[in-house]
């Protein structure tokens, strides 16, 4: 699921399941102005697009960009007629309904052209959620890559273009301190730009209430925060993680801290996901977590149900869910510290350690979307 801020609204997308056959996929979007109320859910992206596997949305100046599909070859099983890559269409956001302008090609799944690592498909067929984000003059497209032929070990790669549509630099593979390419099964990546001078005025509000003051040693006007879910190869630790980038490429990223302990369902994949987007001003530290997800039949894809039950234990069972978690804005600086006085990480480490836990405050959000 995706969160947007754009225009005057805020848009929830969320992937549907169109035949239940894992394949046809449209992407559904519910739409909000001032109330805390979606409205019904409309389609956004129909399957006809191709996108909706995988889609990622943001907005640039007023306009939903929408960014999604896989590759396959015309000799796949998989093959839908036009999968050829990962394409991005533009709506207006204040225009309803959504009119989507004609599809571009934006990055290819060949290996040779694009850098990108799937050693299980070939070409890069783009299989995990994307994330996206417009970040320092230009937009970062994150996807999963596939370390091992066999299945499994899953990381993330990010590639950067200047205008979000041409000219894409190569794949890389996301640096992250003290967590090996592979190692963990890390299943997508969430990423948010965060400007740095609100998050300190609200850091040092807090802080002056209590008598003390708090800033970071880093000078760039904003970075990024990245949320994911993640399990480790012998199934031991499952839960959510954050992490901080400091650096322009969105490559290099600093220790994880556990946000939240999840199930671990298997095959990699947790009980929880973190929603993708920015969704306001104050997103660096409001993080919405979907609880209680089982994609091992899919029922959460087409019937996402929210209630009120974030006081439940995180581990178990019971009905998929939303939960916000507002973290301090002061343990996001102490990450960013953490960043700043290790420069550009790159760790041959065999996984995440927990690091502090952050404080998060798990408090129910209370939109129905039934």
């Known amino acids: 699921m995706t969160e947007v801020a754009c225009g005057n609204r805020t848009f929830l997308f969320s992937r549907h399941d169109t035949k239940g056959d894992h394949k046809s996929y449209e992407t559904l979007v519910r739409v909000r102005a001032s109330s805390r109320s979606y409205s019904p859910a409309s389609v956004a992206l129909p399957a006809s697009f191709l996108m909706s596997h995988n889609a990622a949305v943001i907005c640039v100046s007023g306009s939903l960009v929408a960014y999604g599909g896989m590759h396959h070859l015309s000799t796949s099983e998989d093959w839908q007629g036009n999968d050829v890559g990962i394409v991005t269409r533009r709506a207006d956001a204040n225009s309803w309904p959504l009119r989507w302008s004609a599809a571009k090609t934006a990055i290819s799944g ?16 783009f299989d995990g959620k994307l994330s996206v984000v417009r970040y320092r003059s230009r937009t970062l497209l994150f996807s999963r890559s596939n370390a091992s032929p066999e299945g499994g070990h899953r990381h993330v790669q990010v590639a950067h273009s200047v205008d979000g549509i041409t000219s894409w630099s190569r794949f890389a593979q996301l640096q992250i301190d003290g967590v090996a390419e592979g190692a963990w099964e890390i299943y997508f990546f969430c990423v948010r730009r965060v400007g740095r001078a609100a998050l300190a005025r609200l850091a040092t509000h807090a802080a002056s209430s209590r008598g003390g003051s708090k800033s970071s040693g880093s000078a760039s006007s904003s970075f990024l925060l990245g949320f994911f879910p993640a399990t480790s190869e012998e199934g031991r630790v499952a839960g959510i993680y954050m992490t901080a980038c400091d650096s322009r490429d969105g490559i290099h990223w600093g220790r994880p801290r556990l946000l939240t302990p999840s199930r671990h369902m298997g095959h990699g994949r947790t009980g929880d996901y973190p929603i993708d987007g920015q969704p306001f001003a104050s997103s660096a530290i409001h993080v919405f977590i979907q609880r209680r997800i089982d ?14 039950d974030c006081d439940a234990p995180r581990i178990g069972g019971g009905r998929t869910h939303v939960c916000e978690h507002i973290i301090p804005p002061a343990d996001v600086l102490r990450m960013l510290d953490d960043v700043a006085e290790k420069g550009l990480p790159r760790s041959s480490a065999t996984g995440p350690a927990f690091g502090f836990p952050m404080h998060s405050l798990p408090r129910p959000i209370a939109v129905s979307l039934q």
């Open 295 to 308: 994609l091992r039949d899919y029922a959460a894809e087409k019937n996402p149900l929210y209630d009120r």
């Open 110 to 125: 060949d290996k040779r052209l694009t850098g990108c690592v799937d050693r299980i498909n070939n070409p890069c067929e």
